[in-house]
């Protein structure tokens, strides 16, 4: 009987590994799937107003003991020093925490974001953050391709893609996390460009044949993309809960642009000068900036600030406490091993 997709989610890795095929599959724990096991009826939730547009199957990954992705290699890659702690903050604390190894590739340099006395300081801000953003992540190293910021449209599509073909090559990266470049209704076409170059560079993968003379050919085998305000295609929701104060610790070093920063700090001020007090923003700055990264930008105040949903309130329906949307794309499964082993006789 040939297995169908739902099948294949529930035996995962464990079923793929005997016919050797998964050498590139991502570890699909009996974690992931316990949603459908456990009687959810995810179906209802393709149309809910948190979580839109989802056609494929949902699922749900949840957080894995031990180190199941050691040896892997992830890339996470933001147009600006705040997308990634933004939206993807949770998701790359998690693999990392799980085994994976880590980088941070940003597209441009900030230069038309966020504070300092001239354009060159802006830079220099953002780019600090940046590795500020690298650190609290666990990131190994910072990738600036250091275009203008909100020109990238500008650029040719062609070296942005054969610079990141050779950094795949290069840092042999298997997990790329970015903007969902098919996503519409985002303006910022840095946030769009980014995204479809890193669909070109999963294509790219025999292209460029002259880079193969300093580094090893090598391809993407998943992705999950991200997006703000508007439809959206989900089929995973990624559990962050252990890895939310990550999440915001990563936000609170964004200090030049987005939401967090000293957002928190700056605000107890404003209202102590009128005599008024927020409890929970706590005593000093740093449980204000903190508290107001956690609590008000990622839930409360989260579609105003981040344009996307509560990360609270995306876990809910799940029975999660803090979760992320992603739409992931991954390697698809082939059936002929299995179909050759039951179907094929001697001649
Ligand atoms: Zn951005």
Do not use: C
């Not at 056609?55 to 749900?60: K, T, Y």
């Not at 609290?136 to 203008?148: N, T």
């Not at 062609?158 to 209704?185: C, G, H, N, S």
């Not at 890193?198 to 025999?206: D, H, I, N, P």
């Amino acid at each position: 009987m040939m297995m169908n997709r739902k099948d294949f989610l529930k035996t995962g890795l464990a079923a793929a590994a005997g016919l050797g095929y998964g050498a590139n599959l991502p570890a699909m724990s009996e974690s992931q799937t316990a949603a459908t096991d456990a009687g959810q009826d995810l179906a209802k939730y393709r149309f809910h107003p948190l979580h839109r547009f989802s056609n494929d199957e949902l699922v749900i990954e949840r957080e894995q003991p031990g180190r199941p992705h050691e040896g892997k290699v992830l890339a996470a890659i933001q147009p600006h020093s705040d997308d990634i702690p933004i939206y993807a903050g949770g998701l790359v604390a998690k693999l990392i925490r799980e085994g994976y190894k880590g980088y941070l590739i940003r597209t441009t340099n900030d230069d038309a974001a966020g504070t300092g006395k001239t354009r060159a300081e802006t830079i220099l801000n953002n780019e600090r953050d940046t590795h500020g953003v690298a650190k609290a992540l666990g990131l190994e190293k910072v990738y600036d391709l250091s275009y203008r910021n909100h020109n990238l449209h500008e650029v040719n599509m062609q070296e942005i893609t054969a610079r990141f073909v050779f950094l795949i090559r290069m840092l042999k990266i298997d997990t790329i996390i970015t903007y969902d470049p098919w996503a519409p209704y985002d303006n910022n076409p840095d946030h769009y460009i980014t995204g479809t170059a890193v669909e070109a560079a999963y294509t790219s993968r025999l292209d460029y044949p002259e880079q193969l003379d300093v580094v090893e050919p090598h391809g993407v085998s998943e992705r999950y993309y991200f997006t703000r305000r508007g439809p959206q295609y989900i089929n995973r929701i990624v559990e962050i809960t252990s890895h939310v104060d990550t999440k915001v610790r990563a936000n609170m070093v964004n200090v030049t642009q987005g939401p967090g920063g000293h957002s928190g700090s700056e605000l107890r001020r404003r209202l102590a000068d009128k005599g008024l007090k927020l409890p929970i923003l706590g005593d000093t700055d740093e449980t204000a900036d903190f508290n107001y990264i956690k609590h008000i930008m990622l839930d409360l105040d989260s579609e105003a600030q981040r344009l996307t949903p509560s990360d609270r309130e995306v876990g809910k329906p799940f029975g999660l406490e803090w979760a992320e949307r992603y739409y992931y794309r991954g390697p698809i499964r082939s059936e002929i091993d299995d179909y050759i082993k039951k179907s094929a006789v001697r001649i």
